[in-house]
């Protein structure tokens, strides 16, 4: 059974490290990764695509429901819509802005929480977003929310999409992050928050390996001890 699977939830806003940690931890895990974030982007981009404004709620959400979202690449670290391969089409400060605002929607959010609960499979997943560990996945025994500062975040983010050959503006960035981070926090739809029962980690100053150890000692020593051996 689907509830019997182990889900260890990684929450924060936009920068503080989810996805490079939640990556690392799933390959030391040997664990599933769903990058819940990736299908709020490609379904943007997808509306984007069809010209269909980020407001029009039933329209982005019947288009949520056709989508085919999968994971491709060695580490699924392709994301491939309907059998495109959209990765790269992504990143974009864009995509983030209008994936930010159709995700304050309440039926595309529906429409999207099935899809991403067929995630869990053994023997493990490790689940990253805003609301893994308070709405998709309440249930998973690990959860924990990861922060930093504003202006680390936005360093860490100016630092990404220069290295992905974009053309980027550090002040543009941190008023693209708080402007996110504010919608993110106070919509009403499954708002960022931690979950009671998450440990939260502030990453402003610690590596990502630091960072994955941390959340490593959090497991149970079997899992732990698994993964050291792996
Ligand atoms: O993590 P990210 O920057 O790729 O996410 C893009 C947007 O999607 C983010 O601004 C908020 C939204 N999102 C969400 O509302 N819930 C999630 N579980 C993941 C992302």
Same mark, same amino acid.
């Given at each position: 059974?689907?509830?019997?699977?182990?889900?260890?939830?990684?929450?924060?806003?936009?920068?503080?490290?989810?996805?490079?940690?939640?990556?690392?931890?799933?390959?030391?895990?040997?664990?599933?990764?769903?990058?819940?974030?990736?299908?709020?982007?490609?379904?943007?981009?997808?509306?984007?695509?069809?010209?269909?404004?980020?407001?029009?709620?039933?329209?982005?959400?019947?288009?949520?429901?056709?989508?085919?979202?999968?994971?491709?690449?060695?580490?699924?670290?392709?994301?491939?819509?309907?059998?495109?391969?959209?990765?790269?089409?992504?990143?974009?400060?864009?995509?983030?802005?209008?994936?930010?605002?159709?995700? +304050?929607?309440? #039926? /595309?959010?529906?429409?999207?929480?099935? *899809?991403? $609960? %067929?995630? @869990?499979?053994?023997?493990? =997943?490790? &689940?990253?977003?805003?609301?893994?560990?308070?709405?998709?996945?309440?249930? +998973?025994?690990? #959860? /924990?929310?990861?922060?930093?500062?504003? *202006?680390? $975040? %936005?360093? @860490?983010?100016?630092?990404? =999409?220069? &290295?992905?050959?974009?053309?980027?503006?550090?002040?543009?960035?941190?008023?693209?992050?708080?402007?996110?981070?504010?919608?993110?926090?106070?919509?009403?739809? %499954?708002?960022?928050?931690?979950?009671?029962?998450?440990?939260?980690?502030?990453?402003?100053?610690?590596?990502?390996?630091?960072?994955?150890?941390?959340?490593?000692?959090?497991?149970?020593?079997?899992?732990?001890?698994?993964?050291?051996?792996?």
């Amino acid at each position: 059974m689907a509830e019997m699977v182990p889900v260890l939830t990684i929450d924060g806003p936009s920068g503080a490290g989810k996805g490079t940690v939640s990556r690392a931890l799933a390959k030391r895990l040997g664990w599933h990764f769903l990058d819940s974030g990736a299908l709020y982007r490609a379904l943007a981009l997808s509306a984007m695509a069809q010209g269909i404004p980020p407001e029009d709620e039933d329209r982005v959400a019947a288009l949520a429901a056709q989508m085919q979202l999968e994971f491709g690449g060695q580490s699924g670290e392709r994301v491939l819509v309907d059998g495109r391969d959209v990765t790269d089409l992504l990143a974009t400060e864009e995509c983030g802005r209008v994936a930010s605002k159709i995700a +304050a929607l309440a #039926k /595309v959010r529906q429409a999207l929480l099935e *899809k991403q $609960r %067929a995630f @869990r499979q053994a023997p493990g =997943l490790v &689940a990253d977003g805003r609301d893994m560990g308070t709405v998709v996945f309440p249930d +998973a025994p690990y #959860k /924990v929310f990861l922060t930093a500062t504003l *202006k680390e $975040r %936005a360093r @860490r983010r100016f630092l990404q =999409l220069k &290295a992905q050959g974009l053309d980027v503006n550090l002040d543009q960035i941190i008023k693209d992050l708080e402007e996110r981070d504010r919608r993110d926090r106070e919509r009403k739809q %499954a708002p960022l928050v931690p979950a009671q029962d998450a440990v939260i980690i502030d990453s402003s100053d610690l590596c990502v390996e630091e960072v994955v150890d941390r959340i490593l000692a959090l497991l149970p020593p079997e899992i732990g001890k698994r993964c050291c051996q792996s």
